[in-house]
């Protein structure tokens, strides 16, 4: 499935998390120099990449460059069918994972667990491949440099746009975390266990829900807005 992010601006306080700066990282490894680095980071600065769509293992998007605007798709490695399974054992592991998930947040201990058992889910530089219809001849050029800086500020606001880069899609996750928890309240009650799985994700949703709203209220007072009534 697609899923396409309107035009992003620079967060006020830069990339906070440290996912985000891992991704950050990769893509300063697939940087071929600081050549194309710089004018990426400008690029990414000034706004000039247009709406951002992902699906499993693809980023697509349009930079603009003076009176020219170029497409850019870049490649992400999906995980392997046993990789996925693995992934989401392992936020099903400990209470709490996928509420943090939702909420926005990547716990490290997560990524450690599924490290163990043998799935990258952050990418490294050599694994993000990127093509442009512009004439540079390297690649990444400084506009697919832009597209990845972008990814990388959605990434780190919602670490669920990698899980969907590496093809674990959030609504894919949920169904499979729900599917484990009947199995296992199956397996130890002998029947079908009570109807409530889906209840129970239900609460999940309006809690972590709650959770962003309290989160946007604190920033906006914090900066000395005025407090939208939908909001509350």
Request: glycine residues 8%; charged residues 20%; negative net charge.
């Amino acid at each position: 499935m697609r899923t396409t992010f309107t035009r992003q601006t620079q967060p006020t306080r830069g990339v906070r998390s440290w996912w985000g700066k891992a991704w950050q990282r990769a893509v300063e490894e697939a940087a071929y120099s600081d050549a194309e680095l710089r004018p990426g980071r400008a690029h990414a600065r000034r706004g000039d990449v247009g709406a951002i769509s992902v699906e499993p293992g693809v980023l697509l998007a349009a930079c603009r460059d003076g009176d020219d605007a170029w497409t850019v798709q870049v490649g992400v490695p999906l995980l392997e069918e046993a990789a996925r399974t693995a992934l989401v054992e392992a936020v099903a592991a400990e209470s709490g994972r996928i509420a943090e998930l939702l909420a926005g947040n990547l716990p490290h201990d997560l990524v450690e667990h599924a490290e163990e058992v043998g799935v990258e889910l952050l990418p490294y530089g050599g694994e993000l491949s990127a093509t442009c219809t512009c004439p540079h001849y390297l690649d990444p050029c400084p506009h697919a440099i832009a597209v990845l800086i972008q990814a990388g500020w959605l990434v780190d606001a919602d670490p669920l746009v990698l899980f969907a880069l590496r093809g674990v899609e959030r609504d894919q996750l949920l169904a499979d975390l729900h599917a484990r928890t009947a199995s296992v309240a199956t397996s130890a009650t002998g029947s079908a266990g009570p109807p409530s799985t889906a209840d129970l994700a239900d609460d999940v949703e309006l809690v972590v829900d709650a959770a962003v709203r309290a989160q946007r209220l604190i920033a906006l007072f914090e900066a000395g807005a005025e407090l939208p009534d939908g909001l509350l």
